[in-house]
């Protein structure tokens, strides 16, 4: 009797108990711990072996590398060590626990967030105006870079103005994009998208893919939350 009067309020209208925040909380903790391992097995593989071999056949490898990417060996790096802080640093803007304990820490690893995408970006236009894969991976490549420094930028000035959770959500569509050289080897080195003829094709089509569909996701995923919220403030 006494449980059942403890879900009844005052206008006799049952009251529904909170549900328990356990199973969401694992699930974000279980993707972001998902996406960092991949981000640091993406480095490993794909950044780490210019560094430990900087030399002109590792650069022209023909399957790892290109022909120019001896040549363009600065920019390639600025691009990579870029993209590299970004892709690292990122994850640690989305964890709410560490935003409220480490605010300070928060805002510094937001900076290098912001400076990884701004001299990774200038690398990526550098070497999309130089590819030597064709001038529709080109322009793929440098129209990745502009949504990689736009929405990079709309986050800083969202910030810059205090609009906190205008600046959540462009951060997340920063991340996204920075995500995509993440995505861009994985759709083009493993799977049934690596098999897809011809090569050319196959690689500006990825280029796409690889931050327009999950930027599509994340965009209808945000809209989503704030009609509901809506919704319920209402």
């Not at 064709?134 to 929405?151: P, R």
């Not at 599509?216 to 939350?225: D, F, N, P, S, Y």
């Amino acid at each position: 009797m006494g449980e059942h009067m403890s879900t009844v309020g005052a206008s006799g209208r049952a009251i529904t108990p909170p549900k328990s925040r356990a199973p969401s909380l694992a699930a974000k903790l279980l993707a972001s711990a998902a996406v960092v391992a991949i981000a640091i097995g993406f480095v490993l593989k794909y950044v780490f072996r210019y560094y430990l071999n900087y030399d002109q056949a590792a650069f022209t490898d023909p399957i790892q590398g290109a022909a120019n990417y001896w040549a363009m060996r600065g920019w390639l790096l600025m691009h990579m060590t870029g993209g590299m802080v970004a892709l690292l640093t990122g994850p640690w803007q989305f964890w709410t626990g560490f935003r409220t304990r480490y605010s300070r820490l928060h805002r510094w690893t937001g900076r290098l967030f912001l400076c990884g995408v701004a001299v990774g970006s200038v690398g990526a236009f550098r070497m999309a105006a130089a590819t030597t894969f064709g001038w529709a991976f080109g322009f793929a490549l440098a129209m990745l870079a502009t949504a990689w420094v736009t929405t990079a930028a709309m986050a800083y000035y969202a910030i810059r103005r205090r609009r906190i959770q205008i600046h959540k959500e462009w951060m997340v569509r920063a991340y996204v994009v920075t995500f995509a050289f993440v995505t861009f080897r994985i759709l083009n080195d493993f799977g049934p998208t690596s098999h897809l003829q011809p090569p050319v094709d196959r690689i500006v089509t990825i280029a796409w893919v690889s931050w327009v569909l999950p930027l599509l996701v994340a965009e209808v995923i945000m809209q989503l939350r704030r009609m509901r919220s809506t919704v319920v403030s209402g």
